[in-house]
């Protein structure tokens, strides 16, 4: 079963950085996209960021300029850098991968758990 693995979430003063990592387990073939979003207390989930296997990416308006993608398809994990972080990044961050392809599945899309990141003022 494919499963993602998020670390990295924490709380950070505004002006900081955090670095998130997601890392997909399992029989994999190959991942198509992985990416990022982000859901805040009372707000619906929005798009941060996603990333192709051929190294294209996709931002949210909020966060263009601030925040970087990055993958290594070897290792099936994506990265998020976050900087000069504002209470408004404040979200549980949730890592998602799309168009899986493993022993079972074609064209699946998996979700972390979800890490907590939080920027105090």
């Known amino acids: 079963q494919v499963q993602l693995v998020e670390s990295g979430g924490g709380l950070v003063q505004a002006g900081g950085s955090l670095r998130l990592s997601c890392a997909a387990t399992?029989?994999?073939?190959?991942?198509?996209?992985m990416g990022w979003h982000r859901q805040a207390p009372g707000k619906e989930r929005e798009l941060v960021a996603d990333?192709?296997?051929?190294?294209?990416?996709n931002y949210g308006d909020s966060v263009k300029g601030r925040f970087t993608i990055s993958r290594d398809n070897a290792k099936n994990t994506v990265y998020l850098q976050m900087n000069s972080l504002t209470p408004e990044d404040t979200a549980v961050y949730y890592c998602?991968?799309?168009?899986?392809?493993?022993?079972?599945?074609?064209?699946?899309?998996?979700w972390g758990q979800g890490t907590q990141v939080t920027v105090s003022s």
């Open positions: 990333i192709t296997t051929g190294g294209s990416t």
């Open positions: 399992g029989s994999i073939f190959s991942i198509r996209a």
């Open positions: 998602n991968a799309r168009d899986v392809l493993d022993w079972v599945h074609i064209g699946a899309t998996f």
